[in-house]
């Protein structure tokens, strides 16, 4: 039940839309790219590596063409990108980005405040432009966001995101994103969501973009691999958040989310070192403490030498005894 | 499997005892007193008060007595301390405790460096303090460091942990504590540990003492739900940690275990508010930022309110649509 057992599973790492969307400070475009440009040599399957949204509404992401114009693509490795509306696909094609992954919200509040528009005109739009770029080869994937709570509406009603994953799907989504956009799930919730995914839409990938802002985030990751999960956004150093939490941590972090898939026998395809001096540099990057642990504690493998002192307690010990 | 349907899970908070144990700046003890007053209040089932560990060795809780001596004790709480060996149950003894939780390492190195004795040597001593104090109406429980590995040797025989818990259960020890001292477990081995621990000693009241040093706290904590354990040792703030992970969490941090529990239909006889109010008193008293996330952002039904501006915004959005 609990061991990973070699099943493989895929990670998307998010850190450059979804951790520097909202770094107060302009992280430099030469930066953006060196960072992806590491990321792609560790083994990830997939980089969110920006988003095309409005340079007005999310400045820090504004230099998104620079950036994919920038970063040397590996084989191998999927460069998808958020896109928040018909306008941010046009310029996502223009760039040829690799994979398109759409995104609005399953609650109305949430989705009228970020997007500007009603569920209804933000799912049309985008199942137009999933149909628009359907015969392009340039995959399309759909972030429900709120999926597990709205922090203004609270609980959303999962009728609700029944309802958009399957008009997506409908259209030609090649998967669906469970997003905990602001950390309110919770393992029951996760597992049961996942669960229920996967009874109605048996052949649609699915994956799982969950935050750590109640510190439940590789818990609610636990249960949706007991579901039957099998993707994952994550985000290096554990960067993002979310705004009605300051002070609280952002998506679950990249490389302690691998460190503990790798520790129970699942198969990432990643190579944690390299990841690990990733993750290393991001501090400097962005110029404050990140939240991911597993950088400053090292691996449960990595072993310490005993003190110089023991030898003699040891020794004194053994006599006593 | 994962909600909690009403199950009754008992928390032993032990912020002052293993998260100001290793604080660098002592803790004034009206100030200990003062919290352990507060926690009281909170409807927490048992709290670890102090350690009777030499003054020399652990100079932060060099206020043991006064501590105990100080505070109120609330009727239905445990009050509780860390003792490592005889002459520290003797103190306890003196000061009229209600449960005296005995510790040593089951890894050898682990024990020497930390206790200055051999396993064999501390199991001996803890199996004399039990068996002495059998008859006074003190509870004793026995907690097993490193059970799921040792910094310095790495994994332990899984052996060596059942052949320990035998020996101290059998010398009348009320209980044992599975104890991840520096956060080296996995939920798989959680999980494993806690079923095999339940095969072998069925009677026998099993607790987990986990660390989140590597972001897995919460994750263990449910694995170790789901294989049956309801008893946990948590530190409000998530402070604590392990000298061998300097920037790393400490404990799993207790507002959000309970957090957790709640949401997912635990119960735990703990008002949360009550408890949030003291964890978010907790960065005054050490001096520094304490990495518990739900002090920062809010129980997952704590709703913040529509901004003023989405108003035109809906009006707008149902004008186009």
């Known amino acids: 039940m609990f061991a990973g057992q070699g099943r493989q599973i895929h990670i998307c790492e998010v850190t450059t839309r979804d951790g520097f969307q909202i770094e107060p400070t302009f992280v430099p475009t030469a930066a953006k790219v060196a960072l992806i440009d590491e990321l792609s040599r560790t083994g990830l399957p997939k980089i969110e590596v920006t988003s095309f949204a409005s340079p007005k509404a999310i400045p820090s992401l504004r230099d998104a063409e620079e950036v994919f114009r920038g970063i040397t693509r590996a084989s191998g490795v999927i460069y998808s990108c958020l896109v928040p509306n018909q306008r941010g696909a046009e310029r996502a094609l223009a760039v040829k980005v690799d994979e398109i992954n759409l995104v609005m919200s399953v609650s109305e509040t949430h989705n009228l405040a970020n997007l500007r528009m009603t569920r209804e005109q933000s799912c049309a739009q985008l199942a137009e432009t999933i149909r628009a770029v359907r015969h ?53 919730q996760v597992a049961g969501m996942v669960e229920e995914f996967r ?82 540099h991001l501090p400097e990057i962005v110029g404050h403490d990140v939240p991911g642990q597993v950088a400053k504690a090292g691996r449960i493998r990595d072993l310490h030498p005993e003190p110089a002192w023991l030898a003699e307690v040891r020794e004194k010990a053994r006599e006593r005894g």
Chains 1, 2 share one sequence.
Request: aromatic share 6%; glycine share 14%.
């Open 136 to 188: 392009s080869g340039i995959v399309t994937n759909a972030s429900l966001s709120a999926c597990f709570g709205c922090p203004m509406e609270g609980l959303v009603a999962e009728a609700d995101v029944w309802r958009f994953s399957e008009r997506l799907l409908a259209a030609g989504a090649g998967g669906i994103s469970l997003c905990d956009t602001t950390g309110m799930a919770h393992p029951a």
């Open 199 to 280: 009874r109605r839409f048996p052949t649609a990938a699915l994956a799982l973009h969950l935050h750590n802002t109640r510190g439940m985030g590789l818990a609610n990751t636990l249960a949706a691999l007991q579901a039957g999960a099998d993707r994952f956004d994550a985000s290096l150093g554990g960067l993002g958040g979310c705004p009605y939490a300051p002070g609280a941590t952002g998506n679950v972090c990249t490389e302690d989310l691998v460190h503990m898939l790798e520790v129970m026998g699942f198969t990432t395809g990643i190579d944690l070192g390299l990841l690990l001096e990733c993750a290393r």
